[in-house]
């Protein structure tokens, strides 16, 4: 999905967007926890009330930019967890990260400028305010306050900082990243085929399309005739140049990266009916190691990043409520 305004805004203020973290963690479950605590981290305690405000403000933003109901959030996923539960726990976890972070920062004498926190506010929620009445309406329906959103800006901001800060300490060398690119060839290769299709609803009808192409019949012309996909009448049939991570059905995809250019393929069933492909024309190529190094030393920073954030995570004393 692409983000919005309102969407970028979102990303910058809610944590767990910013930290981006994946982290499995040994924590305990508690319920005797103090009434108003929903978790410790370290001997620090993390308020319900901090933890309902982010909570409301990632659900608030939810709703109004991807018109998420109460049924879809507590929809069953599986094993009798909801995806308001999966919301719950993450928030928690982020809260939870960002005291973890906001420590290591202080040891390491990192603070955050008020006046480029202030710039930020004014620049983002408070134009935003202004200039977007979506964003303005849901602000004020979901009575978030603009001191949270400035907070919340401000340990973005300050993890932001230590991770700068992190991965300016880490070193690559370009032996490091040659060996990467060596071990990793597939990550360096790209491949995109150009390919038309025609799809219909009945087998033995995609038989005889496949016979009449054999006898010399034009694909473009028996696609516009006979596809039933929206607009291939315009298009006939073509889908223009795409790689293997485009998303297409996997039945359709390994059919078509399957045919050499010209081939028709057999007919291909896929929850859409059956296809009839054909490639007009692939394109490969190798990425050098010269224009690649620069990306793999900085991937390889982020995850050596991604490691300390879980190292921290799992070496910390951590007890939930039972309850969210």
Known sequence: MKLNTRGKLAVLVIVVLIINMSVVGCFKKSSKLKKGVVATVNGTEISETEYKELLNYYLSELRASYSLTDDTLNKDMGAGTTLLDSLKSEILDTIIMGQIIAKEAAANNIKVDEGELQKLYEESHLKLMEENENYKKMIEENKIDGDFIKNQMGKNLLYDKYKIFYLDKIKITDETAR???????ELFHSEEIRARHILVGEEQLAKDIIKKLEEGEDFVELAKEHSI???AEQS??????????????????????????????????????????????????????????????????ETDYQNHINEMFEKADIVKSDKL
């Open 229 to 231: 996909e929206p607009g």
């Open 179 to 185: 060996a990467f690119y060596d071990e990793n060839e």
């Open 236 to 301: 006939g049939g073509d889908l223009g140049y795409f790689s293997r991570d485009i998303n297409f059905v996997p039945e359709f995809k390994e059919a078509a990266f399957a045919l050499e250019i010209g081939q028709i393929s057999k007919p291909i069933k896929t929850e859409h009916g059956y296809h009839v492909i054909t490639v007009e024309d692939r394109i490969e190529k190798d990425v050098e190691f010269e224009d690649a190094v620069e990306g793999i030393k900085y991937s390889l920073k």
